[in-house]
């Protein structure tokens, strides 16, 4: 197998058309105003090469947001599982985005096994593509160390003005590359490109807060009682926008939703939120995470204290979308050096 094979600028639209000729393919599409999403397209000319994260991670093909899971038939006595999935290609997807579906895969992988989850996801193949710098001011990718290509994809993109070079990492990228029959071996001298682009990358990416990868951990370990919480709960609206955007937020409600004829009906999934203020009530009324302070601080310890105690891993990727996108202003890289401030 060629580890690295180059694809020049002028055949990239020949290889997206040629993929979407047999199955599905999904890439960053601009929506305006600096904003993008991943849509399905036809041709290479659609996508954005250079983007900002989308609004939604890539998590939607993998856990979409609403999942029907059986439908059932009383008067048939019959009860079915459904599963939801199609093959597709994702073009495109960010070292931020490839550790979120890192994480995902541990989870869902993790007993209970969530066999839609792995059936679907057997189905995607994962294109990824570099940042060459940081997309804009949100992201804290160094500190969290996926600034940098570490797995998760069939194979890896990276621009080097007239051409990628292309890192082929499974036997289906290996598969998808030689079927479209556009790309060549990589030379000694783009494999120097690729190694110099890499170090001008760790002159510029820094730990993008006040608090070493190895402590963020430590950090956390000692906040649950922080006043941080407290300024948290003042601003928070309790929207849930961070959850949904985040690429690591996993939590699903189930819901049985009867047809009018009484007869049958569908059980399906929907995203949740820990943010919504319902999340965390349980029978007689209680609700042990009332207040946004608890509910703000129980997102921030799902990033960077629960999954490092269960998976050895932060579950924030340093994607930046939670900060782009809370109206309230909260901002992760804040709240982090905000917390670092008092154990000072
Ligand atoms: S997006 Fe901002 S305001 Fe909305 S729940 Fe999250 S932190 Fe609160
Ligand atoms: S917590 Fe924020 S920065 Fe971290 S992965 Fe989630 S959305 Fe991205």
Redesign the pocket.
């Known amino acids: 197998m060629q580890q690295f094979v180059v694809l020049k600028k002028e055949n990239f639209d020949a290889f997206i058309s040629s993929l979407a000729q047999t199955q599905k393919v999904v890439a960053p599409v601009s929506r305006g105003y600096n904003n993008f999403s991943f849509q399905e397209v036809i041709s290479g000319k659609e996508i954005s090469l250079k983007y900002i994260p989308t609004i939604l991670p890539p998590k939607k093909y993998f856990l979409p947001p609403r999942e029907t899971l059986t439908a059932y038939n009383k008067r048939e006595n019959a009860l079915n599982a459904i599963l939801e999935y199609e093959k597709m290609v994702i073009f495109g997807v960010h070292t931020?985005d490839l550790a979120?579906i890192q994480c995902l895969n541990m989870v869902f992988v993790d007993k209970p096994k969530d066999i839609n989850y792995i059936i679907r996801k057997n189905k995607i193949a994962i294109i990824g593509l570099e940042c060459n710098d940081y997309c804009d001011e949100y992201a804290?990718c160094c500190v969290v160390e996926n600034h940098l290509p570490n797995g998760g994809y069939d194979l890896f993109f990276t621009d080097l003005g007239d051409a990628f070079i292309v890192h082929i990492n499974t036997m289906l990228g290996e598969e998808l590359v030689s079927k479209a029959a556009v790309f060549k071996p990589a030379d000694a001298k783009t494999l120097k490109s690729l190694e110099s682009l890499r170090q001008m990358k760790r002159s510029i990416f820094k730990d993008e807060v006040n608090v070493k990868h190895e402590n963020l951990k430590i950090l956390f370990d000692s906040a649950f009682e922080s006043k941080v919480w407290e300024d948290l709960n003042k601003r928070c609206v309790a929207c849930g926008n961070?959850t949904n955007?985040?690429?690591?937020?996993y939590c699903f409600d189930i819901i049985d939703e009867p047809n009018l004829d009484l007869n049958t009906g569908v059980r399906y999934r929907n995203w949740d939120s820990c943010q919504n203020e319902p999340f965390a009530k349980v029978a007689g009324n209680e609700n042990f995470r009332k207040e946004r302070s608890q509910r703000q601080r129980h997102?921030y310890m799902r990033?960077f204290k629960y999954p490092v105690d269960k998976y050895s891993r932060y579950?924030?990727?340093?994607?930046?979308?939670?900060?782009r996108t809370c109206m309230a202003k909260i901002k992760?890289k804040e709240t982090i050096n905000d917390l670092a401030k008092e154990t000072k």
Request: charged share 15%.
């Open positions: 931020c979120g804290s961070c955007v985040c690429p690591t937020c997102r990033k579950f924030c990727t340093g994607c930046g979308r939670c900060s992760l």
